[in-house]
């Protein structure tokens, strides 16, 4: 299994490939399922839909690991945040007026309402082939935080950061209750059999410098300690999105196999400036694959001149937009695989 060779320190495992939202609405095979399904959560909660939606890219691209089918937003989910996704708005909650306003008891019945997740994880490590990794996943605190507070996406997370300065003390106590989901998800997912983990904190780049080791860093640490209390040794991956410089101190301190870098971030300077031990993933500009042609084969280039002499898992800096033409990701994929 190379992406996890890759993870544990094989030098010689080569290249390994695959792409965030690699399972979605680019898709028309992904397109025909979720037309099926009443909505996205139900889609999501579905062992046998989530199974198949999740090998899809694997057998359209024979990619090194299977992402399962599921969202950061199954723990605001179990919350009783009211969840729902409306066609063009993206994910929508009932906003929190306060830290604490949540029903901490509810995360008591984590393993029970989201084991389908874990169904899913078990369905789709028997039917994956044996060389192929499945990796499972959760949101760290803080990027569920900005969903929770303001009840949906948001361009500033006005809201979210305010709390990190007026409403310090239970802003903590909200995140020590998401760790704990958090750590309970991941493992879940490693006991049903997902080869590799990984923690997305997509907004990590709007916390405030003075504020990153308590409300990025410090809960990544926990959560991984936590994971790993509880007899789990799969390799973590982290992306703690937008974070530029503030990498080299998260790469310090946070004991993850793995390191997600977006586009936004010079590659070169990541591969000559982070330990050499841990695995740089990234970070193709997904917009560079929906334009295709000479710029993506632009944006290959840089990648791999960057990359050259580091071990290297192949992916894109943030997701695949729904536009990307397929035939781009597969061209892709086989100029990734010729040049090694
Ligand atoms: O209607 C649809 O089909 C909805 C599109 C969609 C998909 C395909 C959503 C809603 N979630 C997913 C699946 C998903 N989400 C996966 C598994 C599939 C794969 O990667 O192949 C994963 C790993 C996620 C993780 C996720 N969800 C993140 C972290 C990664 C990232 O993109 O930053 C985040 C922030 C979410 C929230 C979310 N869920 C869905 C959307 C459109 C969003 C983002 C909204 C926003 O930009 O604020």
New binding site residues.
């Given amino acids: 299994m190379q992406l996890v060779n890759l993870l544990k320190g094989d030098k010689n495992a080569g290249r390994a490939l695959w792409f ?6 680019y898709l028309p095979e992904y397109r025909s399922v ?1 037309a099926e399904m009443p909505d ?1 959560i139900s889609f999501c909660l579905n062992p046998e839909k989530a199974f198949e939606v999740t090998l899809q ?1 694997i057998e359209r691209f024979d990619l090194d690991a299977a ?7 199954t723990i605001p989910w179990l919350l009783e945040r009211n969840l729902r ?1 409306e066609a063009g708005r ?2 929508l909650l009932d906003a929190m007026d306060h830290p604490l306003d949540i029903n901490a008891q509810l995360i008591t019945s984590l393993e029970d309402k989201l084991s389908p997740v874990g169904d899913a994880v078990r369905l789709t490590r028997k039917k994956l082939s044996t060389d192929k990794a499945l990796i499972g ?1 959760a ?1 760290a605190p803080w ?1 569920l935080v900005t ?1 929770m507070a303001e009840g949906g ?1 948001s361009r500033d997370f006005a809201k979210a950061k305010s709390w990190l300065w007026s409403a310090r003390a239970q802003t903590k106590a909200l995140f020590s209750l998401l760790e704990e989901a958090v750590i309970r998800l991941l493992v879940l997912q490693a006991r049903a059999g997902a080869d590799v983990l990984m923690l ?1 904190d ?1 907004w990590a780049g709007a916390v405030p410098d003075a504020l990153r080791e308590d409300f990025v860093i410090n809960p990544a640490i926990r959560i991984i300690d936590g994971v790993r209390d509880q007899g789990i040794a799969q390799p973590i991956i982290c992306f703690p ?1 937008g974070l530029g410089e503030g990498l080299l101190g998260f790469a310090d301190q946070v004991p993850c196999q793995g390191l997600g870098i977006d586009q936004h971030t010079n590659l070169a300077w990541a591969a000559e400036n982070l330990p050499e031990n841990l695995v740089l993933q990234g970070n193709m500009d997904p917009l560079a694959v929906a334009a295709g042609g000479a710029p993506m084969r632009a944006e290959l280039d840089r990648i791999l001149a960057a990359m050259a002499g580091r071990s290297h898992i192949f992916n894109l800096g ?2 695949f937009v729904p536009h990307t033409p397929v035939e781009n990701v597969a061209e892709l994929t086989q100029l990734v695989r010729e040049r090694g």
Avoid at 20 to 25: D, F, P, S
Avoid at 67 to 73: A, E, N, Q, R, V
């Fill in positions: 965030m939202r690699q399972a979605g609405r979720r996205f890219p992402i399962i089918f599921s969202d950061i937003l996704f993206g994910p996943f949101g990027t969903y996406s997305f997509s999105k943030h997701g």
